[in-house]
């Protein structure tokens, strides 16, 4: 199978577009992510998608972890996590229950871990929701390597 035909093809799927964030001891971390699916209601438990080639892999395993759900204005920090940093912060750090989220995000989900899942070149990791927040706004998409603006109902 052509792998990049398959990526071309799973493209066709439009996605949001999420910031994991972690602390470790060295420091808050985290990496762009459009792989976020909720699991289950009770417990409420949410899967991330984590490839194994990133520094992020190793350090999601046991450890508390915030999904950022992106406003359509945070491409710059998107870019940023994703490996693309620029010498201004598009963003700004705040402490959260178990580990720093993304100060101003349309969304965040803070979760402490519940399992782990191989899943080929990526590991699945499923968390336990302790505390989240929402507020209305236009969220940063993305569709066939672009990101858009999901324009809020």
Known sequence: MDTREFRNCMGKFATGVTVVTYDTEDGKHGFTANSLTSVSLDPPLVLVSVDRKIRSYEYMKKNNFTVNILKDTQEDTAMHFAGRPTEVLPFEWEKGENCHRLKDSLAYIECEPW?????????????????????DGEALGYYQGKFLSIPAQ
Request: no cysteine; glycine share 14%.
């Open 115 to 135: 399992a782990e899942y191989d899943g080929g070149d990526h590991v699945l990791y499923v968390g336990k929701v302790t505390n989240f927040k929402y507020e």
